[in-house]
């Protein structure tokens, strides 16, 4: 089995080919090609990679090409994982939020908007080009924001296509740790859309164990139970339900725009000393083993989330998994084809969505706001339009004004995005 990596020289890499080769090992991939752009980067990381999977005692292949007709040639399954523009362009949009005094998050409002300016116009491009020579081959996204990327591809490319985030995963495995149990015997009622999801429930061996999650958040405090969860007790007993950590930025919002006016250095800037650290590990003649420091990149799990989603894509039993894909009816009240974050079944023979139905008024409004911004972005982004621009901004939740979205233009067009 081939896998192509689209942005194989991203730092994440050898965390993905340390899970390919574990999957090798039972009898998967047998091939993974690392494409990039970056010529340089992709060595370095590539030639890394091919010593970690060595030490490993696997047999998978790890070929790196800066061809994407190569890299895609025969592939099972396509990675995207890109970042157009780098950090340094992740920075100057934090920077652009900051001035305005609004949320500067790279995956939700104004920076969302941004990146998918700057990505869906490659990203499509390339993701048609998968499904014209490749038809059969799953493209798995963990670019992002995920969600809105992954629906652009499943409406605007091929179906075959499916998005994945680490913060469900990372909750089951918090759940497991708090329980004691193993992971597989956490399932979550997990709801909404990326970066914008619930725990309605949280089932031990079929069991609704989130009360007793409650108390001992209560007890304990969240972040001490599990790292995202960051929330007054209250809130989450009037909700009922234990929201994904970037609710945080629509809950608390004064106090993260104040937290990221504080902060010492943007994300970007503490990414990109990050990255720089990873290359020159990776760069060494006597390196061989992931570096620990991988896991403070962010995105822990993404990786084994996306060696799961295939492993279940090539077997005939189903297998459940949260994960992002078209709505299909799933969620009531919201448009067939628009991406949603929940529990689908994942075979061979595809992704199914499993039905949520009402989501209750308590998050229903929030869900729908943020999903018709998401939708206004995409149609922004596709057509270049300042207009429809213009309206994504007014749409979402994390932008307080018509003054604020025309400013934010503004700045986006003065960047050339526009």
Not at 21 to 28: D, E, I, N, V
Not at 65 to 94: E, L, M, P
Not at 382 to 403: E, H, Q, T, W, Y
Request: charge should be neutral.
């Amino acid at each position: 089995m081939r896998i192509a990596v689209v942005g194989g020289g991203s730092t994440y890499t050898p965390e993905l080919v340390e899970g390919l080769a574990f999957w090798q090992l039972r009898g998967g991939a047998h091939t993974v090609v690392l494409y990039d752009v970056n010529a340089s980067r992709l060595e370095t990381v590539g030639r890394f990679s091919q010593k970690l999977a060595r030490t490993m005692n696997s047999d998978l292949l790890v070929e790196l090409t800066t061809d994407f007709d190569a890299a895609i040639k025969n592939a099972s399954f396509v990675i995207f994982q890109i970042r157009v523009g780098g950090q340094q362009a992740r920075h100057d949009d934090i920077l652009m939020a900051a001035k305005e005094g609004v949320v500067a998050e790279e995956t939700l409002g104004v920076g969302a908007l941004a990146m998918c300016l700057r990505t869906l116009p490659p990203i499509l491009e390339m993701a048609r080009k998968v499904r014209d020579t490749n038809p059969k081959a799953w493209i798995i996204n963990t670019t992002s924001p995920t969600g809105m990327i992954t629906e652009a591809i499943s409406r605007f490319a091929t179906t075959r296509c499916v998005g994945l985030c680490n913060i469900p995963r990372e909750f089951q495995m918090d759940m497991a740790r708090h329980f004691r149990v193993e992971p597989e015997r956490i399932e979550l009622d997990w709801v909404g859309l990326n970066h914008l999801g619930w725990a309605r429930q949280i089932r031990v061996d079929g069991k609704d164990r989130l009360p007793s999650v409650l108390d001992s958040i209560a007890k304990n405090y969240g972040p001490r139970l599990a790292p995202g969860v960051d929330f007054p007790i209250s809130l989450l007993r009037g909700l009922g339900m234990i929201p994904s950590q970037y609710l945080r930025y629509y809950y608390m919002t004064e106090e993260m725009v104040e937290r990221e006016r504080a902060a010492s250095q943007t994300r970007a800037q503490e990414v990109m000393a990050l990255e720089k650290e990873l290359i020159d590990y990776y760069a060494r003649e006597d390196t061989e083993l992931k570096p620990v420091s991988l896991s403070e990149r962010g995105g822990t799990w993404t990786s084994r989330c996306a060696v799961e989603v295939m492993e279940a894509l090539t077997q005939p039993e189903p297998k459940t998994l949260v994960v992002d894909t078209l709505n299909m009816g799933a969620i009531n009240g919201l448009p067939g084809d628009s991406c949603v974050e929940i529990p689908a079944t994942v075979n061979h023979r595809g992704i199914f969505p499993m039905a949520v139905g009402d989501l209750g008024e308590s998050i229903m409004g929030l869900v729908r706001h943020v999903k018709s911004y998401e939708r206004m972005t995409l149609e922004a982004a596709i057509s270049g339009d300042r207009r429809k621009a213009l309206i994504a901004l007014l749409n979402s939740p994390l932008v307080p004004s018509f003054g604020h979205a025309e400013r934010l233009l503004d700045r986006l067009t003065r960047r050339g995005l526009l």
